[in-house]
């Protein structure tokens, strides 16, 4: 089977020097779920965004899809509406509502017309539970509904891959709960997902596999058994027991 | 209670202040044997004045088959039909040369000082819109990541904000208007679009600037390209951001399109110069001038404030 996602010996040095991704080498299939975990700094938001080209890579390859995201010939305005984005901080449009966040890309990027895209996301908004808050501006909402928008509107241009940076670092520990909910039915569907997440318990139920960071080197990549219950490495080791 | 009290004195304090300036400009006036006669400004804003129809060839007058005067011409054509008019100067049968008058009519018509205030609100308006336009893409420019565009924005903004606005009128009037064979009127909106849009230009760069990277990151992610990023993301924040200064700007544009009136184009400063020559009365004028400077800046003042508080929505 061919991978969806196909990175090859990434290397990232930002202008300043720092050598943030050191050989990454990922293979993702189509619905699988891969959960990053690492510490603060190690490079894993770097390689997430290298994933849609938000951060461009210094060496190796990258391939979505069978394409390869640095060839002259790919566009990279296309090959980014294949692969959603959830952030951290939201980054909602503060001067759209929920309605019109979810509705601005398939509207301005798609072209589509208004009336199939107004109830394509109004479904979207009913399918991440916020059905009643379609007219609410971002600053009108709680956190953890803010980052189910957020889900709604990567969403709404039907992409093959979705990337989570830390989506739940940034809420209340009780709004927590309601947004991996929405990740995890995501997943369910079969949707192909790479997650940056302290969550362990989301990696372990939901993640086909799971990887860790550090340093910006990719060191271990395994199933959620035995990463977390086995753990050979002995940094990954120091790692869980610090976290768990 | 307590509070309400300082408030209060504080308040008549305010008024107090005010009512002595009144009393200062007043026994100024005073001190100097100045009559004041505000009713003399008023026919330079509007008047009722009478004004007279002239005959535009010799003819004679006669009476038409619908009972009614009319202007016959020597070959017998009608030229003019006095049934409108209720004041008539002439009788059936007068013979009229040309340049006499025919009738009179008295209607409100501006003064001067009227098509001033006219003539300021068109320049000032055309340059508003040319202003925001040209500040938009220079502003734009400022932020490239191209250095060709960057630094000819940057020398654009130095040049134009380093040197007096009088003297850029001066050049584009004398020098280009010259070589393009430029009116007045469209010399002064140009130096006044240019000037305020290197203004404009910083503003808009700061407003584009106090947006989050992730709005931009966000708008890429899901497909957008640059041009479709700024324009449907970036550039509606920023507009909010940059309303305040924006509006500052333009109520500083509205006073400097005074300047222009150094090359002859009769806006409101012009026409009260002319005026103040023909009235007797330029205390009142100049006063009147300011007041009605004043009107236009609060006017739009006023407008901004409206659209920024219906922007507010998404607060
Ligand atoms: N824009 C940038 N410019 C320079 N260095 C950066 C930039 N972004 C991240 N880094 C550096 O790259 C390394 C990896 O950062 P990051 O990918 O954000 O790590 P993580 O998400 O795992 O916390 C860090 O050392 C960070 O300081
Ligand atoms: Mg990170």
């Known amino acids: ?244 | 209670m307590q509070l309400n009290l300082k408030s209060l004195f504080w308040n008549g304090i305010f008024v107090l202040v005010l009512l002595s300036i009144c009393w200062l400009i007043y026994a100024s006036g005073k001190r100097i044997d100045y009559n004041w006669n505000w009713e003399r400004v008023v026919p330079y804003i509007a008047t009722n004045a009478e004004s007279s129809i002239n005959a535009p060839e010799d003819g004679e007058i006669v009476l038409a088959a619908n009972n009614q005067l009319v202007l016959e011409n020597l070959s017998g054509d009608v030229i003019v039909e006095l049934g409108n008019y209720s004041s008539l100067n002439v009788y059936e049968g007068d013979l009229i040369f040309e340049g006499d008058t025919l009738a009179s009519i008295e209607e409100w018509r501006m003064g001067p000082i009227l098509h001033g205030v006219i003539t300021t609100v068109k320049i000032s308006a055309w340059s508003l819109v040319f202003a925001l336009v040209l500040g938009l893409f220079i502003g734009l420019m400022r932020i490239s990541s191209n250095p060709a565009l960057k630094k000819l924005s940057i020398v654009y903004i130095e040049l134009i904000r380093g040197t007096p606005l009088l003297v850029q009128i001066f050049i584009v009037y004398f020098f280009i208007g010259t070589v393009l064979d430029l009116e007045r009127f469209t010399a002064g909106v140009i130096s006044l679009s240019v000037f305020t849009s290197a203004y404009v230009a910083e503003i808009v760069r700061s407003g584009i600037q106090s947006i989050p990277k992730g709005q931009m990151e966000a708008a890429r992610s899901l497909g957008m390209n640059y041009p479709k990023a700024m324009m449907y993301v970036i550039l509606p924040q920023a507009f909010k951001q940059t309303l305040p200064p924006l509006a500052g700007q333009f109520i500083n544009l509205i006073k400097d399109s005074s300047l222009v009136s150094v090359i002859s184009i009769t806006d409101l400063t012009k026409a009260g110069r002319e005026v103040v020559s023909g009235s007797f009365a330029p205390f009142e004028v100049w006063f009147t001038v300011a007041a009605l400077y004043l009107i236009l800046t609060s006017g739009l003042s006023w407008a901004i404030q409206a659209l920024e508080k219906k922007l507010s929505a998404s607060d």
């Open chain 1, 1 to 244: 089977m061919k991978n969806i996602i196909r990175a090859e010996k990434v290397n990232k040095i930002y202008p300043n020097g720092c050598h943030a991704l050191k050989d990454v080498s990922v293979n993702v299939d189509k619905g699988e779920v891969i959960v990053i975990v690492g510490p603060s700094g190690s490079g894993k938001s770097t390689f997430l965004r290298t994933l849609n080209q938000l951060e461009t890579i210094s060496s190796g390859a990258i391939e979505i899809d069978g394409i390869d995201m640095y060839a002259r010939s790919t566009d990279i305005n296309k090959l980014r509406q294949d692969v959603g984005m959830v952030f951290q901080g939201f980054n909602l449009f503060p001067h759209k509502t929920a309605l019109g966040n979810v509705m601005l890309a398939p509207l301005k990027v798609a072209n589509r017309p208004h009336s199939e895209v107004k109830k394509d996301a109004e479904n979207l908004l009913n399918k991440v539970g916020l059905a009643d808050r379609q007219t609410n501006y971002p600053n009108h909402l709680s956190g953890g509904q803010q980052q189910r928008v957020a889900i709604a509107r990567a969403l709404a241009m039907t992409p093959n891959i979705m990337l989570f940076d830390e989506p739940t670092s940034a809420l209340d520990p009780e709004m927590v709960g309601e947004v991996l909910d929405v990740m995890k039915d995501l997943a369910k569907e079969g949707m192909t997902m790479v997650v940056v997440t302290h969550e362990m318990g989301f990696a372990k139920e939901v993640a086909d596999r799971v990887m860790f960071m550090e340093d910006g080197e990719l060191i271990v990549s395994d199933t959620p058994e035995n990463f977390f219950d086995a753990p050979s490495n002995p940094r990954l080791q120091k790692f869980l027991s610090k976290v768990l």
